[in-house]
């Protein structure tokens, strides 16, 4: 009797250690690399009321739990203005805090809210900075999330991750000189890489204008000339990944042709987590291609109709 317990012990053994082999194998046979974009964080939240603020936090809570459950993300890209309203240490610390509970590696980037505006509120706006505290944001900036502007090799692609780093510059999302020398210099080097870029604000011209701020020259990346003289001699730049606008999957802009740079490069837009609910895209690295899929958290499910593919 007690033989035949041993042995079927054994087999019992045998076979939970071929099914952890199996689905171990399962997930190295993955042919994809995933990265998960949060954008316009403004972490905790710009609302003001009360019982508004309580359901935009639990929103975001149930958004991360959602992503954290997701095991086979490689990356987690936070795209500018995680922090509630502006630069100053607090405010960067405190999302910090919020974003340190999402598994995995991330990478970030800094939005106008970071490195733009003065520490206090006018109306319950933010007002812009005078050069030196935007240059004390960037240092602030630096201390808690690291770099303003850095590369990832991700199998054969290539990520680029840039801030709006001018501080003498009239519009909130403008490179500086020195950052554009180095993404000049950093295309050159990587011709032959699928690379995908990551950039607060969008590419001009790749949003239809649904009110007169989205419209304005402060919502696309500048200086436009610059950056579109770069993007047109490097063809090897495949998707533009920007927030800032806060477009939702509600606006015919999210999923448009407009969103093609010149017909070329799509310019990917991430909603706001500081809205009613909360969207995500997530981008599927294949070795021939790029999927770009939308999940809704607060329904559970992807949004199909939202999905588009690069091919290379």
Not at 90 to 119: C, P, R, V
Not at 162 to 183: A, I, N, Q, R
């Amino acid at each position: 009797m007690l033989h035949k317990f041993l042995c079927l012990s054994l087999a019992f053994c045998c076979l939970a250690i071929a099914g952890c082999g199996s689905r171990t194998a399962s997930s190295s046979q993955k042919d994809y690399e995933r990265i998960v974009v949060v954008s316009d964080l403004h972490y905790p939240t710009k609302a003001v009321k009360e019982d508004k603020r309580q359901a935009i936090l639990d929103n975001k809570e149930k958004a991360r739990q959602d992503i954290n459950s997701w095991k086979d993300v490689d990356l987690t890209v936070f795209t500018g203005d995680m922090v509630a309203q502006y630069g100053s240490m607090d405010q960067m610390k405190e999302a910090k805090n919020f974003i340190d509970g999402f598994s995995g590696d991330k990478a970030y980037i800094a939005g106008n809210h970071e490195l733009f505006y003065k520490e206090e509120l006018k109306n319950g706006k933010p007002v812009m900075a005078d050069p030196a505290l935007r240059a004390a944001h960037e240092e602030n900036y630096q201390k808690v999330f690291g770099p303003l502007h850095s590369t990832k090799e991700m199998g054969q692609y290539f990520l680029i991750f840039l801030s709006p780093e001018d501080t003498k510059g009239k519009y909130p999302v403008e490179m500086s000189k020195e950052e554009l020398d180095w993404l000049t210099k950093t295309l050159k080097e990587n011709q032959s890489k699928p690379t995908i870029i990551f950039y607060h604000a969008p590419l001009s011209d790749t949003l239809i204008p649904y009110n007169d701020k989205v419209g304005s020259p402060r919502n696309f990346a500048q200086p436009a000339g610059a950056i579109d003289l770069l993007l047109l001699t490097n063809p090897q730049v495949k998707l533009w990944v920007s927030g800032h606008t806060h477009t939702p999957p509600t606006e015919p802009s999210f999923n448009n042709e407009v969103n093609y740079y010149h017909g070329k490069i799509l310019d990917v837009y991430n909603p706001t987590w500081d809205g009613k609910q909360v969207w995500t895209n997530s981008l599927y690295l294949y070795k021939d291609k790029i999927v770009i899929k939308t999940w809704d958290h607060k329904k559970g499910e992807w949004m199909d109709n939202m999905t588009r593919t690069i091919t290379l």
